[in-house]
C-alpha cells in the first residue's frame, strides 16, 4: 500500500494563478480533509469528505475549492492564488470505523 | 476556537517525564493526539473518546477529562526519540472534524 500520496511537493504560483493539489490514498477510507499548516498556528482544515459526493468546509476555507468524485481521490483547488496562501499543505485520510488518521508526506506551496 | 496547549515547549533531558496539556471550551466528543517531526508529516498516536478513559502504549499515554473538557499527554522515560511537536486535536461531534492545537515542542537531550 502507497498510503497518502500527495503531488507535487513543491510548487511555486504567482498570485492569482490557479492551481490543484492532488491526493490520493489507497485505503478505501471514507473519512479524507485536507490541512494547511502555517508557523506558529498549528494545523487548520480547510475542506473534509466523509465519503464519495460529499464534502464540507472546515476552519478556513475561502479561496479553495474541493470535489470527492471517488473515494480514493480528493484533490485541492486553488482558484486564484495569493499570498496568504502560502503553507505546507498536508492531505489525510481515515477509515469510518478506525482510529488511526494518515497524513500525506504534504505540499510546500510558495506565492509569489 | 483552537484548543489550547501548554507548555509551548518543554527541553528534557533522557530518562524524564512529561505532560502535555489539551484544553478546549468546547464539549468535546473525542480528542486525537499526533507527534510530527521537523519537516515530516504528522503521526496519529492516540484517540480518546468522551467518557472519561485513559489509553496508553509503550511509555506514551493519555487521559481525558470530560467534565473539564480537558487532556493530558503523559511521556514517561523520555527517549530521543520523542523529539518534535505534539499536537491534540478536538472533535466536537463524531466523524472527522479537527480543530488542532498550536502544538508543544518537545526536545529530549542526553
Known amino acids: 500500500n502507497a498510503g497518502v500520496t500527495q503531488t507535487p511537493k513543491f510548487q511555486v504560483l504567482k498570485t492569482g494563478q490557479s492551481m490543484t493539489l492532488q491526493c490520493a490514498q489507497d485505503?478505501?477510507?471514507?473519512?479524507m480533509s485536507w490541512y494547511r499548516q502555517d508557523p506558529g498556528m498549528g494545523l487548520r482544515l480547510i475542506h473534509y469528505?466523509?465519503?464519495?459526493?460529499?464534502?464540507d468546509q472546515g476552519e478556513v476555507p475561502n479561496g479553495y475549492n474541493v470535489s470527492r468524485s471517488t473515494t480514493e481521490d480528493f484533490p485541492l483547488r486553488l482558484l486564484s492564488a495569493a499570498p496568504s496562501q502560502t503553507s505546507v499543505y498536508f492531505c489525510?485520510?481515515?477509515?469510518?470505523?478506525?482510529?488511526?488518521?494518515?497524513f500525506g508526506p504534504g505540499t510546500r506551496l510558495t506565492v509569489l | 476556537q483552537q484548543p489550547v496547549q501548554s507548555p509551548q515547549a518543554v527541553i528534557l533531558r533522557e530518562g524524564e517525564d512529561a505532560v502535555i496539556n489539551c484544553s478546549s471550551s468546547?464539549?468535546?466528543?473525542?480528542v486525537h493526539w499526533y507527534r510530527q517531526k521537523h519537516g515530516e508529516a504528522p503521526v496519529f498516536l492516540m484517540i480518546?473518546?468522551?467518557?472519561?478513559e485513559q489509553k496508553g502504549h509503550d511509555k506514551i499515554s493519555a487521559s481525558f477529562n470530560e467534565k473539564k473538557q480537558q487532556s493530558s499527554l503523559y511521556l514517561t522515560a523520555s527517549q530521543l526519540s520523542y523529539s518534535g511537536t505534539y499536537f491534540c486535536?478536538?472533535?466536537?461531534?463524531?466523524?472527522?472534524?479537527?480543530?488542532f492545537g498550536t502544538g508543544t515542542q518537545l526536545k529530549v537531550e542526553l
Open positions: 468546547k464539549a468535546l466528543y473525542s
Open positions: 485505503m478505501n477510507h471514507e473519512y
Open positions: 469528505s466523509v465519503g464519495a459526493g460529499i464534502t
Open positions: 489525510a485520510s481515515r477509515g469510518r470505523h478506525t482510529d488511526t488518521q494518515y
Open positions: 480518546l473518546l468522551k467518557g472519561g
Open positions: 486535536g478536538t472533535a466536537t461531534g463524531g466523524g472527522n472534524k479537527l480543530t
